[in-house]
C-alpha cells in the first residue's frame, strides 16, 4: 500500500483498522490517516469526491498539543474511533444511532474527531475501542465496559430490548468481579474476553454466533453470558457478521455461528494460530507459520483466494492465503558495504552475509522489486561485540584448584552464565567470582545479572577452611609478670562479597527500611524491616544484620540467585534456573500469586506466568512500592500489582487495578505482541521500560508528567495509562529520548543519555530533579554530571559518576544523601567517603547504588557494602547502634570479631592493644604459681558472645642461699604476702641447719 504523501523513507505502518467502506491507520510517525468512502465524513477530513483512494491525514482535535499522538483506532460502519495518547476516545462519521457517543443522534455529517461524552459518574480515560456497524464498545479507566449506539438486537448488552439505540454510554451487564481485556462490535453482536479467559457474548443470534440456544432472524439476547467450551478458556476472540471466532487455551481455534466449528479443522496439524479476525461474513487467521488462512464468503476476493464462493456455500475450512508476486532483492547494504551470499529462503525470507563493520547502529539499505522496482528499505542493524570472559585463580594460600571454568564468550548485551559446579580447593572454601581491574587487583565481586559490554576477566577467591581456634602465645611466663603476650581469635569472616544491593521500605505512607542484596557465594541475603516476611527468612523477625534468604522448596543442588530487586515491602528474585521467585507483602498482588491476600509470604515461591501455566523465566526484574515488573526470555514485559498515587496523609490515594498475575504489557504500536524491552524500572506511580534501540516507554499515573512526554493530568489522581507512551527528546518532540539506563522514581525518573548525561523529569517538590523547578513535562538535564547508574528513590536521587564518584540530591532529612548532613539539596553533591576508605577526600568510590526512602545502600570499589540514612528498622545492618548515619557506614556482612577484655583469673588486663589482624597484645600480670585460667570477653558484629577460656602457666626460678643447687618453684600471677613468708622462713631455717 503506497505510504502517505510527503512520509518520509523510514516511516512505516503500526496499526490499522479496516471499516465497512473505509479504513484508518496510524503511522510511525505517530499520525493517523483514511481512505475509502466519506458519505457521512467517515474520514474524518473534507475531501472533493464521495471517496479517496489514497490514504490522507486525519486531523488532529482542536486544543491537542504538538506531542499529540494516536494510540488505538478502530473503524465502524459509516463511522470511526481513535484513542489519543491523551486518553480521549475521539469520534466522527455518521451519528443516525447515536454511535458517535456524545448524547444525541442526528442525520448531519461530523467531519471532524470529536471527544465522545464521558459517562455521568465520572471523567475517565480510555483504553480500548472496538467500533460495530452502528454501535460501540470501549473499556474505561475505572475498569467499566462501556456501549451505545444501534440496539435493534440487544447489542448494547444493557438488559434494555425496548429501545432501539442509545446516545449515551451504558454498561453491558457484565459481573462486577470480571476483569475485561478485550472487546470486539461487529454487526448487532458483542464480545467480552476477561483476564482469566473467560468468554461472554450478547447481541443477534441469527446464525448461533452468540452461542445462545435459539437462532434466527428474530433470536437475539440483550444480556452477557458465557461462550464455553468444557476445560477451555480463551486468550483472543472476534465477532463477526454471522460468525464469532476464539483462540483456546489448549492451542486450538474455535469457532459458532455461520463458518464455526468447536474446533475448527481443516489446516495443517503442525499449525497453531496467533491472531484471529472475524469480517463481514469472512474469517482470517494469522498461523504459526507465519502465513494467513482464510475461509467464509469470497464473492468479492474478501478471501484473498482464486475461489469465488459466495455467501450461499462459502468456503468451510481455513485456506492457506497466497500473496501477491513474491519479493525479490537485488542487494542489501550495511552502512556503505555491500552484504554478501544474498539468498531467498523457502518461506519467504532472504539471508545475507554481513560484512565486517565497527560495532553500534548501522543502515541497512534494501534494494528490491515486486511487480516492478521498488523503493528503497531502510533498516537498522545493531553489531555487537563478541567479548570473552576469562576465569583464573588467585595466587593466594591455597593449592591449585580443580574444576575451573573454561573461557566463554558472550555476546554485547548477553549475560555471563555462572559457572556449576564451584572449583574446589584443597583446605581452602570458594568465595565467589571477583572482577580483575587494569591495576591486576579483583576486590569487586561480579554480577552476574549485568549485561556484558567488554571483555572481562574474573578471578577465583578462597578462605581457609581451618579457622585456626583461639591461640596464646607464649602460654607460659615469669611469675613477676610483664610477659608481652598475643592472643588470636579464630578466623571468622570469610572473603565473601555482596556484587548487587537494592534498598527497599517505601509502601504509601508506610516507610518501614529493609535492605536485599547477592553476595558472591550466591546466595541472597536482607536485614532490616520484616513485618510481611519481605526478607525471605521463613519468620517476620526483624534482622538487624544480613541474614540469609531461604532457597525455594525443590531447586536443585548448586542453585543460585543472579539478581534481586526490592521495593515497597515485597522482594523479587531470579534464580540460577531463569525462574523468578517472590516473597514479602501481597495486598495489591505484587508478588503475582493469582491472589491479593494481607497474608505474610515469607519464603520464595516462584511466580507462574498465566499464558503457559509454568514457572515465569526472567532475564530482568524491578520490584515497586505495590507492583512489579519483569523481562522474559523473549524479551516481552510483564507487570502485576498496582500502581499508586499517594502522597502523604492530607491527599486521597488512587491505586490503579490490581493484577494478581503477570500481565503482557501492551505494545505502543499496537499490535498484539506486547512490549519488548531490555531494562524495566518500577516504584511507586509508574513503570519504565527501556528497549534494545534506546527508547524510553512509560505508563502508570502522569499527574507529575511522569510520562515525559510534554503532559501531564496535573491533579487529575484518577487518571491512569496501561498504554506505553514514549519518552521524548526535548530538543525534538518527534523523536524519543535515546537513553542506556533508567530509574522510576515514585513521582520523577531518572535516565542516561548515551553520552553520559543525566536526565530526570517529574515531580520536583524535594530537589529530587537535581535543578529548581515545580515539575517537569520533558526530561531535562542535570547540570554538571554525568554518569554510569542512576537510582531514584520517594524524594531524592542518587548517581555514580563516570569516575566512580557516587552523588545524592533531593530530600535528606534522614542524612539520606550522605554528605554528612540533613539539608535538603537541589543539586548533586559528593557522597562522603567513608573514613576507612582511601583517598576520602574525593568522596565515596563506587560501583552500584541504590536509593530507599529513607537510606541508601552501595557497594565501594573496595568491594565492600555501605548503607547510610535512616536506620530505625536496622536497615543500615551495621556493627554500630545507630538510629542514623549521615555517611556511608560498613554493612556487617562478615561480621568482626572484637576483643574487648582479657582477665587471668579474677585480675582485669589493661591496656589491651589492638592489633591490625584482630589480635590484641598486653603484659602479663603478677600472679600465683600454676594455671592461670585466662577470660576473654569477645563480641561478634557488635553483639556479646560467651566468654572463652584459656590456659596460661606461670613459671619462675629463686636462688636457694647458700648451698651448691637451686629450687624449681611453679608460680601464679600475684604473690600473696603469706606464702611469700613462708619460703622465708624455710629459707633461713636451711642456713641454719647448714651451719650447723
Not at 162 to 174: A, D, F, G, H, R
Not at 840 to 860: E, K, L
Not at 889 to 910: E, M, S
Not at 936 to 950: A, I, K, N, R, Y
Request: glycine content about 14%; overall charge negative; aromatic content about 10%.
Amino acid at each position: 500500500m503506497a505510504k502517505p504523501a510527503g512520509a518520509s523513507d523510514d516511516f512505516t505502518w503500526v496499526q490499522a483498522s479496516a471499516g465497512y467502506d473505509h479504513s484508518l491507520a496510524i503511522g510511525s510517525d505517530g499520525n493517523l490517516y483514511s481512505w475509502g468512502i466519506n458519505s457521512f465524513g467517515q474520514l474524518g477530513r473534507s475531501i472533493d469526491s464521495a471517496y479517496d483512494a489514497q490514504p490522507g491525514l486525519v486531523a488532529k482535535p482542536a486544543g491537542t498539543p504538538t506531542t499529540f499522538t494516536w494510540s488505538q483506532i478502530s473503524a465502524g460502519g459509516e463511522f470511526s474511533l481513535a484513542i489519543g495518547s491523551n486518553g480521549v476516545l475521539y469520534s466522527w462519521g455518521c451519528n443516525q444511532w447515536g454511535q458517535l457517543g456524545i448524547g444525541i443522534r442526528d442525520s448531519q455529517t461530523h467531519i471532524t474527531p470529536s471527544p465522545i461524552k464521558n459517562p455521568s459518574t465520572a471523567t475517565i480515560t480510555w483504553s480500548k475501542v472496538s467500533a460495530g456497524y452502528d454501535h460501540a464498545l470501549a473499556i474505561g479507566s475505572d475498569r467499566s465496559v462501556y456501549s451505545w449506539g444501534g440496539n435493534n438486537h440487544g447489542q448494547l448488552g444493557n438488559g434494555d430490548s425496548s429501545s432501539y439505540w442509545s446516545t449515551t454510554l451504558v454498561k453491558p451487564q457484565l459481573p462486577d468481579t470480571v476483569t475485561i481485556t478485550q472487546i470486539s462490535a461487529k454487526s448487532d453482536s458483542s464480545l467480552a474476553l476477561t483476564s482469566d479467559g473467560t468468554l461472554y457474548a450478547w447481541g443477534w443470534n441469527d446464525n448461533g454466533q452468540i452461542g445462545r440456544g435459539a437462532t434466527g432472524s428474530s433470536a437475539f439476547y440483550v444480556n452477557p453470558d458465557k461462550l464455553t467450551v468444557s476445560g477451555v478458556s480463551f486468550t483472543q476472540a472476534g465477532a463477526g457478521r454471522g460468525t464469532t471466532l476464539a483462540l483456546g487455551s489448549d492451542g486450538k481455534l474455535y469457532g459458532w455461528g455461520k463458518y464455526g466449528g468447536t474446533p475448527i479443522t481443516g489446516t495443517p496439524s503442525q499449525v497453531s494460530f496467533t491472531q484471529v479476525s472475524a469480517g463481514d461474513d469472512y474469517l482470517l487467521v494469522l498461523g504459526s507459520d507465519g502465513n494467513l488462512y482464510s475461509w467464509g464468503n469470497n464473492k468479492y476476493g474478501q478471501l484473498g483466494l482464486t475461489d469465488s464462493v459466495d455467501t450461499s456455500t462459502g468456503i468451510r475450512t481455513p485456506k492457506l492465503t497466497p500473496f501477491p508476486e513474491a519479493a525479490t532483492l537485488s542487494s542489501v547494504d550495511f552502512g556503505g558495504t555491500a552484504g554478501t551470499n544474498l539468498a531467498a529462503n523457502t518461506d519467504g525470507t532472504w539471508s545475507v552475509t554481513t560484512p565486517k563493520h565497527a560495532r553500534g547502529k548501522t543502515d541497512v539499505t534494501v534494494s528490491w522489486s515486486m511487480n516492478g522496482q521498488q523503493p528503497d528499505v531502510h533498516l537498522t542493524y545493531r553489531y555487537f561485540g563478541i567479548y570473552n570472559i576469562a576465569f583464573s585463580s588467585d595466587g593466594g594460600s591455597c593449592p591449585a584448584p580443580s574444576g575451573m571454568p573454561k573461557d566463554q564468550s558472550a555476546t554485547e548485551g548477553e549475560q555471563v552464565k555462572r559457572p556449576y559446579p564451584d572449583p574446589q580447593a584443597a583446605g581452602c572454601l570458594f568465595d565467589g567470582w571477583f572482577v580483575k581491574d587494569a591495576n591486576g587487583d579483583s576486590n569487586v565481586a561480579y554480577d552476574f545479572s549485568q549485561p556484558v559490554t567488554k571483555n572481562v576477566a574474573l578471578v577465583a577467591h578462597w578462605s581457609l577452611a581451618d579457622t585456626r581456634g583461639w591461640s596464646i602465645n607464649p602460654d607460659k611466663g615469669n611469675v613477676l609478670g610483664g610477659q608481652q603476650v598475643t592472643i588470636t581469635h579464630p578466623k571468622t569472616s570469610r572473603g565473601i562479597r555482596f556484587n548487587q544491593i537494592s534498598a527497599g521500605g517505601s509502601k504509601n505512607r508506610e516507610m518501614r527500611g529493609f535492605s536485599v542484596g547477592v553476595a558472591s557465594d550466591g546466595n541472597a541475603y536482607a536485614w532490616g524491616n520484616n513485618n510481611y516476611g519481605q526478607l525471605g527468612t521463613g519468620d517476620n523477625k526483624q534482622q538487624d544484620r544480613p541474614t540469609e534468604v531461604l532457597k525455594p522448596e525443590g531447586v536443585q543442588e548448586g542453585f543460585t540467585y543472579t539478581q534481586i530487586s526490592s521495593a515497597g515491602a515485597h522482594t523479587l528474585a531470579i534464580g540460577s534456573n531463569g525462574i523468578l521467585y517472590s516473597w514479602g507483602r501481597n495486598d495489591f498482588g505484587q508478588l503475582g500469586n493469582g491472589s491479593t491476600d494481607t497474608s505474610v509470604h515469607a519464603k520464595p515461591e516462584a511466580v507462574i506466568n498465566p499464558i503457559t501455566g509454568q514457572p515465569f523465566q526472567a532475564v530482568q526484574v524491578s520490584a515497586g512500592a505495590c507492583d512489579s515488573v519483569a523481562i522474559d526470555t523473549t524479551g516481552k514485559v510483564y507487570s502485576w500489582g498496582s500502581e499508586t498515587t499517594t502522597l502523604g496523609d492530607s491527599v486521597s490515594t488512587a491505586n490503579s487495578v490490581a493484577k494478581a498475575k503477570p500481565t503482557l504489557v501492551a505494545d505502543p504500536g499496537g499490535t498484539d505482541q506486547g512490549l519488548h524491552a531490555v531494562q524495566v524500572s518500577a516504584n511507586w506511580s509508574f513503570i519504565m521500560a527501556l528497549n534494545a534501540d534506546g527508547n524510553i516507554y512509560a505508563w502508570g499515573y502522569n499527574n507529575w508528567g511522569q510520562f515525559g512526554n510534554g503532559s501531564s493530568t496535573n491533579s487529575t489522581w484518577t487518571t491512569y495509562s496501561s498504554t506505553p507512551t514514549l519518552v521524548r527528546d526535548p530538543t525534538d518532540t518527534s523523536k524519543g529520548l535515546q537513553a542506556t539506563r533508567i530509574s522510576a522514581g515514585a513521582w520523577h525518573a531518572l535516565a542516561i543519555g548515551q553520552d553520559g548525561t543525566v536526565w530526570a523529569w517529574g515531580m520536583d517538590n524535594n530537589g529530587q530533579l537535581g535543578f529548581s523547578t515545580d515539575y517537569q513535562i520533558l526530561p531535562k538535564q542535570v547540570p554538571n554530571l554525568k554518569a554510569q547508574q542512576v537510582s531514584a528513590s520517594t524524594w531524592n536521587s542518587l548517581a555514580i559518576g563516570l569516575d566512580g564518584t557516587a552523588w545524592g540530591w533531593g530530600n535528606n532529612a534522614n542524612g539520606q544523601l550522605g554528605d554528612g548532613t540533613t539539608s535538603k539539596r537541589t543539586t548533586p553533591r559528593p557522597v562522603l567517603a567513608p573514613a576507612n576508605q582511601s583517598g576520602s577526600g574525593t568522596g565515596f568510590a563506587s560501583v552500584r547504588i541504590s536509593a530507599g526512602w529513607g537510606h541508601s545502600v552501595a557497594i565501594g570499589q573496595d568491594g565492600k557494602a555501605y548503607a547510610w540514612g535512616n536506620n530505625a528498622s536496622g536497615q543500615l545492618g551495621t556493627e554500630q547502634s545507630l538510629t542514623q548515619s549521615r555517611t556511608p557506614t560498613l554493612v556487617a556482612f562478615n561480621p568482626t570479631l572484637l576483643i574487648t577484655g582479657v582477665k587471668f583469673d579474677k585480675t582485669v588486663v589493661n591496656p589491651l592493644q589492638q592489633n591490625s589482624d584482630g589480635s590484641v597484645s598486653f603484659a602479663t600480670p603478677v600472679h600465683n604459681p600454676g594455671l592461670a585460667d585466662v577470660v576473654v570477653d569477645w563480641t561478634l558484629g557488635g553483639v556479646s558472645q560467651p566468654q572463652t577460656h584459656l590456659a596460661y602457666t606461670y613459671e619462675g626460678v629463686l636462688p636457694l642461699t647458700g648451698g651448691n643447687g637451686s629450687m624449681i618453684l611453679l608460680l601464679a600471677a600475684g604473690l600473696l604476702a603469706a606464702a611469700g613468708a613462708a619460703a622465708a622462713g624455710r629459707h633461713r631455717r636451711e642456713s641454719h641447719s647448714l651451719q650447723a
